[in-house]
C-alpha cells in the first residue's frame, strides 16, 4: 500500500484532518473521504466546472487540485453556503429563476457566480458570461443561469 | 395565443412555483448515482476496445486476477448467451441479443471503446491499475466510420449476421445496411411535373453526443439471496430493470432499479451498459460493485447521434405552393442495427402541406459506438436538410421565408408521408408568433450579418405511466410516480395533481419511485413525461377526489353523489369542509385514503416550433457569433412556464452547437480523437446570448389541460435557422454540419484565390 500523507485543512470553516494518497484529488477525497458529494465529477479535467469549490477565495475545480496541497487552506463548498436554515442569495435566486434543469451541474455554478459577486458585486451581463464560460450546463442553454446571478447580485446589495 | 380568460381558469397551472426537488439540489444534498455510499461497497471499471474494428482471439485475466485489490473479473464467457430476441424500450426497440454484446464484446469489437472486459477492486485507482493487466489478443480490422463508406459493396463488414430488410422483404447478401425505410405519398413525378422551381441539394452532418454533464454510473448488489438491486442513473427504471433481467437471464421479479437523480439524458440514458456488468461484477464478489464512467468513456462508449447523408429536393410552383418533395436519408446507426433513421425519415417533411412525397430511409451500420436518441431523434438532420431548402426555394421565388412557410405549413388535415392525419397543431400559431415577434419587426443591420428562420416537428408519445398518491391527515398529498425527473417534472406533475384536486403545488410532496413502489412507467423520453405522467396525475386526483366526497357523505350522512366539490372544498348543503379539512378526519372515516392511476395515452401530441437566429460571420476566421436569438414553440398548454422556457432554451443552445461546433472527429483508424470536453467543445455561456423565447399555447385535444410535451421539439430548427442566417450573412449556401469555422472557410473562398 502507498504510505497515506496527513493533511489539516479548514473546510466550510471548520477544521478538518485527512490521510490521502498522493495521487488524490481533492475532489475525491471530498467526495470518497468525507462524504461531501455535492462538488460533483462531470469530467475530472478541469473542464466541466461541475467540481467548482473555493480555495482561499479563488474558485477552482477541485479535480485539479490535490488534496495534498490543500494543506492549511480555507475550502468552502457547495455545502458550506447556507447559513442555518436560509439558503444564501443565490441559492435562492436559482430556485426563484428555474436556473436548474437535471441539477448536476448547479452546485459549479454557484460556486463559480459567489466566487464573481465576492469580487465584484455589480458585474455586467458579459462578467457574469465570462466567469461562467468555465462551467458547463447542458440543460438550460444558460439563460436563467444568468438570470439568476443578476438578480442574486441585487439581492446581495439590498442585504448589504 | 391563450385568450387570457382562458388563462385565469386556472389557479396552480400557469403559475411558477419553486422546484419540490430544488433546495436539495442548490445544496448538493441531492443524491446522483455516483453520490450513493453502501457498506462494503467497491469499484468497478470496464477494460475497452483500442480499435475500431478487430476479432477478439483471447483475452487472459489471470494476472489482473492476482493483483492485490481486484476483488472479480469479468468476461463475455461470464454473461449468458442471448439469442435475437427485439425488447421494447417504451422509445424504440432493441435487440437483446445485440445489447448483450455491445454491454461486453463477443468475438469482435466493433468501434474504439466498446466494452471487452470489467473488473472490481477496493478502490478505483487500483481497479484502473489491474486493467492495464488484462491481456487482450486482437486481430485488426478495416473500419468504416462514413456513412456512405459503409454502404459500399466493399466496405467492411460488421456483421456476418446481418441481411437488409426493405419493403418486407429480406436480401440473401449480409450486408451494413439492415434496414430500408420507404414512404411515399401522392405521385412524385405528377408532382415534380406541376413544379415550376425545384431545388434539390446534398447534406452531411456529422455525430454528435448527447453531452449530458453526469457521466453513467451504476451501482448493483447482487445478494445472498438472489435479489439484484441496482442503483443507477436512468431515464427509465423499468426499461432499465427489463434490459438487466434480460441480459443477465433472470426474471424481472428478480431485479429492483432504483433510479437516482439523473444529472441529464437527452435520451442517451436509457440503453443500459453498466448495469448487467456491476451486477454480474456483484454476484462475483459479494458486496456492492460501484461503475462510474469517465468522460471519455461516455463519448466513446455511449451516446452518439447518427452522422447522416441526406438527399433533399422540393418542388414549387411560382405562386409559392409546394406540390413535391422527395428525400433519399442514410444515417449510421453504429455498430448495432436500429438508429434513428424511422423517426427522421417520417419527420423529414412533417412541417409541410405536400400533396405529393417521397421518402426512402437507410439505416446504416459502421464503426462507431451504437447511436442512441438524442432529443427529437433524426429530427435534427432531417430538418437541417429540409428547411434549408425551403429556404432557397423561397429565394428563388422572391418570397419571404417566413411567408413562404406560412402559406405552406401543416394544419390540422395534413397528412404526413408516413401516413397520419394531424389533429389541431399549432405550426400556423408560431409562424404567426414569429412574424408579431419584436425580433422578426427588428432590423438588423451591419456588415456580415444575416437572419435566419426555421421550423421544427416532434411527434410527442404517450407511453404508459403510473402515479399514485396517499393523502395525510394535514392536507397534503403524497404522490409517487414512475417517471424520472431529468428537468423539474415532479413539478409540472405535481402541479397538474394540484390543479384537479383543487389544492396547492405545495401541498403536494412528489417522490420517484423504485421499481418496486409504484406501478410501471415507460422512460422520460419522447417529450411525454409531463403529457403522459401528468395526466395519470390529474386521474389520481379525481380518483382521490371521488374517495373524499365518501368520506364526506359518510361525515353528513348523505349520499356521496349530493357531495358537491366547489373550488377544492367538499360541500353538502350549508356544510363545507376544505381538502384539509376533510383529510383531518380521515381517521374515524374509513381510514386512509389512497388513489392510483396507470394510463397508456395513444398516438402522438404534435408539437412545431418555429426559431430566428441573428449571426455574424467574421469575414477573417469565418466564425459565426449568434447575435439575437428567439424561440417560439407550442407547448399546447405550458403547466410552469419557467421549465418550458428553459427546455426552448437548452434545446436551442444543444441545436446551436451542433450547428456551429459539435462533432466526432474520426481518424483514419476510426478512433475519435476529440473525446474531450475540452476538444468536442460543448457552448459555453459565453458562446450564446439571451435566447428569448415565446410561448404559443394550441391546447392538444388530447389531454385534459391541452399539454403537447415541449421537451424535443426546441433542438430540431438551430441547425437549419443558422444556416439559413450564414446565407443571408455570407451568401453562401452551408450543406454540412457542423458550420465550423474550417468549414464555412472554405466554402467562403471555394473558386477564390487565397
Redesign the interface.
Known amino acids: 500500500m502507498v504510505r497515506k500523507t496527513h493533511v489539516a485543512t479548514t473546510i466550510n470553516g471548520e477544521p478538518v484532518e485527512f490521510l490521502c494518497?498522493a495521487?488524490q484529488s481533492l475532489l475525491e477525497v471530498l467526495?470518497e473521504t468525507l462524504?461531501?458529494?455535492?462538488?460533483?465529477?462531470?469530467?475530472?479535467?478541469g473542464?466541466?466546472g461541475?467540481c467548482t469549490v473555493l480555495l482561499d477565495g479563488q474558485p477552482v475545480d477541485s479535480c485539479l487540485v490535490l488534496a495534498v496541497e490543500v494543506e492549511g487552506a480555507q475550502i468552502t463548498?457547495?455545502?458550506g453556503?447556507?447559513k442555518d436554515s436560509h439558503?444564501h442569495p443565490i441559492?435562492q435566486c436559482?430556485?426563484?429563476?428555474?436556473a436548474?434543469?437535471?441539477?448536476?451541474?448547479?452546485?459549479g455554478f454557484?460556486m463559480s457566480a459567489k466566487a464573481l459577486l465576492d469580487r465584484d458585486p455589480n458585474p455586467s451581463?458579459h462578467a457574469?458570461?465570462?466567469q461562467?464560460?468555465?462551467?458547463?450546463?447542458?440543460?438550460?442553454?444558460?439563460?436563467?443561469?444568468?438570470r439568476a446571478v443578476q438578480d442574486s447580485a441585487k439581492r446581495m446589495a439590498g442585504q448589504k | 395565443m391563450t385568450p387570457k380568460s382562458e388563462q385565469k381558469k386556472y389557479k396552480v397551472i400557469g403559475t411558477r412555483p419553486i422546484r419540490h426537488d430544488g433546495a436539495d439540489k442548490v445544496t448538493g444534498r441531492a443524491v446522483y448515482g455516483a453520490d450513493l455510499r453502501l457498506a462494503g461497497i467497491v469499484h468497478g471499471k470496464i477494460l475497452r476496445s483500442p480499435h475500431a474494428h478487430a476479432k477478439v482471439k483471447s483475452i487472459d485475466t489471470s494476472a489482473a486476477e492476482k493483483h492485490p485489490g481486484v476483488l472479480a473479473v469479468v468476461t463475455r464467457a461470464d454473461m449468458p448467451n442471448l439469442k435475437d430476441k427485439i425488447a421494447d424500450l417504451g422509445e424504440g426497440s432493441v435487440n437483446l441479443a445485440h445489447l448483450g454484446a455491445n454491454v461486453l464484446a463477443h468475438d469482435k469489437v466493433l468501434y474504439k471503446g466498446h466494452a471487452v472486459a470489467a473488473l472490481a477492486a477496493v478502490n478505483p485507482h487500483v481497479a484502473e491499475e489491474a486493467l492495464k493487466l488484462i491481456k487482450v489478443d486482437y486481430e485488426v480490422l478495416p473500419s468504416v466510420t462514413w456513412v456512405m463508406d459503409a454502404m459500399k459493396d466493399d466496405a467492411p463488414l460488421l456483421h456476418n449476421d446481418v441481411f437488409t430488410k426493405s419493403m418486407g422483404k429480406r436480401a440473401s447478401k449480409p450486408s451494413n445496411v439492415p434496414t430500408h425505410i420507404h414512404f411515399e405519398k401522392g405521385n412524385i413525378e405528377e408532382g415534380f411535373k406541376a413544379a415550376d422551381v425545384i431545388v434539390e441539394r446534398e447534406f452531411k452532418t456529422a455525430s454528435v453526443h448527447q453531452g449530458y454533464i453526469e457521466p453513467h454510473v451504476s451501482t448493483a448488489l447482487w445478494n445472498q439471496d438472489g435479489h439484484v438491486t441496482v442503483w443507477t442513473s436512468t431515464q427509465g427504471a423499468f426499461t432499465a430493470r427489463a434490459q438487466t433481467a434480460e441480459l443477465l437471464q433472470i426474471p424481472v421479479s428478480q431485479v429492483t432499479v432504483v433510479p437516482c437523480e439523473i444529472g441529464g439524458g437527452f435520451g442517451g440514458k436509457i440503453a443500459v451498459y453498466l448495469e448487467p456488468v456491476a451486477a454480474m461484477l456483484s454476484r462475483k464478489c459479494g458486496r456492492p460493485v460501484k461503475m462510474v464512467m469517465t468522460r471519455e468513456d461516455v463519448f466513446e462508449g455511449t451516446g452518439p447521434t447518427p452522422g447522416s447523408f441526406m438527399r433533399v429536393k422540393l418542388g414549387a410552383t411560382k405562386d409559392g405552393k409546394l406540390v413535391a418533395g422527395e428525400a433519399w436519408l442514410a444515417y449510421d446507426a453504429g455498430a448495432f442495427p436500429g438508429g434513428v433513421i424511422g423517426p427522421g425519415a417520417m419527420c423529414v417533411f412533417s412541417c409541410y402541406e405536400l400533396p405529393h412525397a417521397k421518402v426512402d430511409g437507410y439505416d446504416v451500420l459502421d464503426n462507431k459506438p451504437k447511436t442512441q436518441a438524442y432529443r427529437a431523434p433524426g429530427a435534427t438532420q432531417a430538418a437541417f436538410a429540409c428547411e434549408t431548402v425551403i429556404d432557397e426555394l423561397a429565394e428563388k421565388l422572391e418570397i419571404d421565408p417566413l411567408e413562404f412557410r406560412l402559406k405552406n405549413a401543416a394544419k390540422e388535415g395534413t397528412r404526413r408521408v408516413d401516413g397520419p392525419v394531424y389533429p389541431r397543431v399549432g405550426l400556423v400559431e408560431t409562424l404567426e408568433a414569429a412574424k408579431n415577434s419584436p425580433h422578426w419587426k427588428s432590423k438588423l443591420e451591419g456588415k456580415h450579418r444575416g437572419r435566419g428562420i426555421a421550423s421544427g416537428y416532434w411527434f410527442n408519445i404517450g407511453l404508459k405511466s403510473s402515479v399514485a398518491a396517499n393523502v395525510n391527515n394535514d392536507g397534503t398529498v403524497s404522490l409517487i410516480e414512475g417517471s424520472t425527473d431529468i428537468g423539474g417534472t415532479r413539478t409540472s406533475i405535481a402541479m397538474q395533481f394540484a390543479e384537479t384536486l383543487g389544492i396547492t403545488a405545495e401541498a403536494v410532496h412528489p417522490r420517484v419511485g423504485d421499481t418496486d413502489s409504484v406501478g410501471y412507467t415507460d422512460v422520460t423520453g419522447g417529450s411525454r413525461t409531463t403529457f403522459a405522467t401528468g395526466l395519470a396525475a390529474h386521474e389520481v386526483a379525481l380518483d382521490i377526489q371521488r374517495q373524499m366526497r365518501e368520506r364526506a357523505a359518510i361525515l353528513w350522512e348523505c349520499d356521496a353523489s349530493q357531495v358537491q366539490v366547489e373550488d377544492g372544498a367538499y360541500c353538502h348543503k350549508d356544510k363545507r369542509l376544505t381538502f384539509a379539512e376533510l383529510a383531518g378526519q380521515l381517521g374515524h372515516t374509513g381510514g386512509p385514503v389512497v388513489g392510483r392511476a396507470t394510463v397508456s395515452p395513444e398516438g402522438a401530441s404534435n408539437a412545431f416550433g418555429t426559431h430566428l437566429v441573428d449571426v455574424e460571420v467574421d469575414p477573417d476566421t469565418a466564425k459565426v457569433t449568434i447575435l439575437r436569438y428567439t424561440a417560439i414553440q407550442d407547448a399546447g398548454r405550458a403547466i410552469h412556464p419557467s421549465y418550458v422556457e428553459g427546455q426552448m432554451q437548452g434545446g436551442a443552445v444543444q441545436g446551436i452547437g451542433w450547428a456551429l461546433n459539435e462533432e466526432y472527429v474520426y481518424s483514419d483508424q476510426g478512433r475519435m480523437e476529440n473525446a474531450s470536453y475540452l476538444d468536442y467543445r460543448m457552448p459555453t455561456a459565453l458562446d450564446v446570448p439571451a435566447i428569448e423565447t415565446i410561448i404559443v399555447e394550441v391546447p392538444n385535444p388530447a389531454h385534459p389541460y391541452g399539454v403537447r410535451g415541449v421537451g424535443e421539439t426546441p433542438i430540431i430548427a438551430p441547425p437549419a435557422a443558422i444556416a439559413n442566417a450564414i446565407y443571408a450573412a455570407t451568401g453562401v449556401r452551408m450543406t454540412e454540419l457542423p458550420m465550423s469555422p474550417p468549414r464555412l472557410w472554405a466554402a467562403m473562398t471555394k473558386g477564390k484565390q487565397s
Open positions: 494518497e495521487r467526495r462524504g461531501l458529494t455535492g462538488s460533483k465529477e462531470g469530467c475530472n479535467n473542464n466541466c461541475a463548498t457547495i455545502e453556503l447556507s439558503l441559492q436559482f430556485l426563484e429563476d428555474a436548474l434543469q437535471c441539477g448536476i451541474c448547479t452546485p454557484i451581463e457574469i458570461r465570462f461562467l464560460a468555465g462551467n458547463l450546463c447542458r440543460c438550460t442553454g444558460y439563460d436563467k443561469i444568468i
